[in-house]
T-cell receptor, first 113, second 113 residues
Framework: DGGITQSPKYLFRKEGQNVTLSCEQNLNHDAMYWYRQDPGQGLRLIYYSQIVNDFQKGDIAEGYSVSREKKESFPLTVTSAQKNPTAFYLC????????????FGQGTRLTVV | QKEVEQNSGPLSVPEGAIASLNCTYSDRVSQSFFWYRQYSGKSPELIMSIYSNGDKEDGRFTAQLNKASQYVSLLIRDSQPSDSATYLCAVNSVKTSYDKVIFGPGTSLSVIP
């Protein structure tokens, strides 16, 4: 089945620790996105990528990093520089960019302990 | 002005009524518009996409687009308790020359049995 897989579903991070969230898609989509959602809030764009080896900062990129070495993979690293990382992280992909429908993975819920 | 704005909620309607959800956007060159439904604790799922002025119907859902007014809406007919969720409006944005998807803050809908 085609889709977007995020892992893990739940993740706990200690203070000062970097963690990496996985996002894999087998839809053959060119564009991939990372969003952050806080309780009762909308989706805020962290990073997006329209093609392999290219990505752009979104509205809240500070404290995060990404890579796009393969078309199907777009991992997000939450670094220790992100002071308030507890949130619901959503990965999405679309065929060619913002003009095409985006589909989401099931999300990763990150908690700082 | 925020790029995508939605009518503030929560919105409550009785079962069987019509729910009306509204969205305005700031980028005049946006061409693609999407409505997503998000249940609590889950990832967003695509309901409708609309690209041309006018109405687009899919079952109980009707999306309406007016590019001149920079306005898009979603009507849900015969509302059911299972429609209770947060509805997210999304718009493509090319302000930075990279085509990406921007989400509104969402409107919470509660359908009362």
């Amino acid at each position: 089945d085609g889709g977007i897989t995020q892992s893990p579903k739940y993740l706990f991070r200690k203070e000062g620790q970097n963690v990496t969230l996985s996002c894999e898609q087998n839809l053959n989509h060119d564009a991939m996105y990372w969003y952050r959602q806080d309780p009762g809030q909308g989706l805020r764009l962290i990073y997006y990528s329209q093609i392999v080896n290219d990505f752009q900062k979104g509205d809240i990129a500070e404290g995060y990093s990404v890579s796009r070495e393969k078309k199907e993979s777009f991992p997000l690293t939450v670094t220790s520089a992100q002071k308030n990382p507890t949130a619901f992280y959503l990965c999405a992909s679309s065929q060619t960019g913002g003009n095409t429908e985006a589909f989401f993975g099931q999300g990763t819920r990150l908690t700082v302990v | 002005q925020k790029e995508v704005e939605q009518n503030s909620g929560p919105l409550s309607v009785p079962e069987g009524a019509i729910a009306s959800l509204n969205c305005t956007y700031s980028d005049r060159v946006s061409q693609s518009f999407f409505w997503y439904r998000q249940y609590s604790g889950k990832s967003p799922e695509l309901i409708m996409s609309i690209y041309s002025n006018g109405d687009k119907e899919d079952g109980r859902f009707t999306a309406q687009l007016n590019k001149a007014s920079q306005y898009v809406s979603l009507l849900i007919r015969d509302s059911q308790p299972s429609d209770s969720a947060t509805y997210l409006c999304a718009v493509n944005s090319v302000k930075t020359s990279y085509d990406k998807v921007i989400f509104g803050p969402g409107t919470s809908l509660s359908v009362i049995p």
